[in-house]
């Protein structure tokens, strides 16, 4: 099966380990990482979301306006609007870029977050209204017949769009969790599942997970599977290692007091931390644990050829989408994606040639 690879497309250049230049959001780094990831062989960009960030959608639009060929992953949270209305915003942006949309939904791991933007649901309720929201886009996307809706969360009458998204039946549906709950509601409505790396042990009974959910709703295909690292490479292990330690200490010096995370992804990563510092080939935890957990955070460490193989070792339980962020977002996405990712297309094509040969 193919392999794909997910950048980030930040509005600025900072990140863990140092601030950004100039304001949250400047267009002109927008399109220079983005056009970076264009050009060195990267798939998509993620457009992340968070409740003081830039808006994501208008981040987007700019680079769907702007790049022809680069895929757009858009955030988005269902608390911060109507689904008649976001899924019209979908479907525009899906025109705008030629079908090139995929929209990754957030349920949301922080109750304090999300009562930043006014949404005072608990997190079981979340889940179920985002269930229900996905729904309700896909319908928009896909009914050219006026029809009602009566939810839970979500009521409206005779109700039909006037733009409709070039993708053919509609754009790809991205979510992600470690929870019963998100298992349970990815496993039933998303296209692509995205996991935070752990070690290949345990992201194989998250695969697992997610297959029982989908069958228990019921699908005969179930979700693809992203999983998300922070790469760390150089030349050499040893200049590998230096610089991951460099890394963490930059974390620590930039990092405030942290709050305990309440959603499961990111207290998994916590107790993996407290187990250990590296798992099978080339997983760390210290950048997790210096963070508190927070978001895709575990890095792989080494040589290109060490981390590639480290990939390559997931891809053969199934997961077929890469998400990789480094720390320095612009230099990272290039190296990478010259010193990474031709190695592990090229392995992937390998086993692939093997599989079609032994099916004859």
Known sequence: ??????????????????????????PEYTLRLARAHEDHGWDRVLFAYSSGSPDPATGAALLASRLDRLQ????????????????????????????????????????HEQQREGDTLTKDERY???????RVVKKI?????????????????????DVFPVQQPRPGVSFGGSSPAAYAAGGAEADIYCLWGEPLAETAEQIESV???????????????????????????????????????????????????????????????ERGERFDRALWTPTAAATGG??????????????????????????????????????????FGRHVIPIVREEVAKRDAQLAEAAL
């Not at 915003?89 to 949301?108: M, P």
């Open 1 to 26: 099966m193919p392999v794909e690879f997910l950048g980030i497309a930040a509005t600025n250049d900072g990140s863990e380990t140092s601030p950004r230049s100039g304001g949250a959001f400047d």
């Open 72 to 111: 757009i992953l858009l955030a988005h949270r269902p608390n911060i609007s109507y689904p008649t209305y976001a899924a019209r915003v979908f479907a525009s942006l899906d025109q705008l870029s030629g079908g090139r949309l995929t929209v990754h939904f957030i349920t949301g791991g922080s109750d």
């Open 128 to 134: 179920a209204r985002t269930r229900e929201y996905i």
């Open 141 to 161: 996307w896909t009914s050219r017949e006026p029809f009602d809706h009566e939810g839970d969360f979500y009521r409206f009458r005779d109700y039909v769009s």
């Open 211 to 273: 297959r029982q959910a989908a069958a228990a709703a019921g699908r005969k295909e179930v979700p693809r599977i992203q999983v998300a690292f922070r790469p760390i490479i150089a030349p050499t292990e040893e200049l590998a290692w230096e610089k991951a330690h460099r890394t963490v200490g930059a974390i620590r010096a930039a990092r405030g007091p942290q709050r305990d995370p309440e959603n499961t992804g990111s207290q998994r990563l916590i107790a993996l931390a």
């Open 294 to 335: 927070a978001g895709n955070s575990n890095a792989l460490v080494g040589t290109p050829e060490t981390v590639a193989q480290a990939l390559l070792d997931y891809y053969d339980l199934g997961v077929d989408i890469i998400s990789a962020r480094g720390y320095d977002l612009l230099g990272d996405a290039i190296d």
